[in-house]
């Protein structure tokens, strides 16, 4: 009896180290995506922005003085919110930007910008949000929308060294966090394909 308890807790010690190496890995994999970047498209129909910090605003919105009839939306816009509420260069063109009600969490932004899309007839757009927040949001988008390109611009709001995480340890605690809910998103899509 004694041994079959030992060897119980040999096989839960192997499990338990395996799926610890697992997650280790996928945790590297994670961080060693938050650097890279993407080059800009050529051709681009519009550019979807995810609402959080200052910069993504700016840097989607940036895209619009090049191609002043580029097609945006502002996915998770909080309620209440004017356009006049938001700093946006008043020479933009405002009926070519779509503030989105709608989202409360990333999964709500990919629906709402698939509903968009659809509205929309638009074929590739760009998706704006933190390097840290991108990996996750890209698993859902490319979940939900089928057909479309989409083509990934990171905002660089957490730099990956030593330094600036010892100087910075809210940044590392944001890090595990959003590695954890990028695990937990691939149960939400699998759940979105069922249902749909």
């Known amino acids: 009896y004694i041994l079959e308890i030992n060897l119980l807790k040999e096989k839960f010690i192997i499990i338990f180290l395996i799926i610890l190496l697992l997650y280790l890995l996928s945790f590297c994999i994670f961080l060693d995506d938050i650097n890279y970047t993407y080059d800009d498209p050529k051709n681009l129909d519009a550019v ?3 609402t959080g910090s200052k910069g993504r605003l700016g840097l989607g919105l940036g895209y619009m003085e090049n191609n002043p009839k580029l097609k945006i939306l502002i996915s998770g816009v909080g309620e209440g919110v004017k356009f006049s509420d938001l700093p946006i260069d008043q020479s933009f063109n ?39 927040h991108m990996k996750r949001s890209l698993l859902l988008f490319r979940g939900v929308i089928n057909n479309v390109e989409i083509f990934p611009k990171k905002l660089a709001s957490i730099k ?28 939400q899509i699998i759940y979105y394909w069922i249902l749909n």
């Open 48 to 50: 979807v922005i995810l």
């Open 94 to 132: 405002k009926n070519n930007i779509t503030l989105g009600f709608e989202a409360k969490n990333t999964i709500q932004n990919a629906l709402e910008t698939s509903n968009w899309i659809s509205e929309n007839n638009i074929k590739s757009f760009l998706l704006v949000t933190d390097n840290w």
């Open 160 to 187: 990956l060294n030593f330094t600036y995480l010892v100087r910075e340890p809210r940044a590392f605690y944001t890090l595990i966090v959003e590695h954890l809910k990028y695990i937990i998103s691939h149960a």
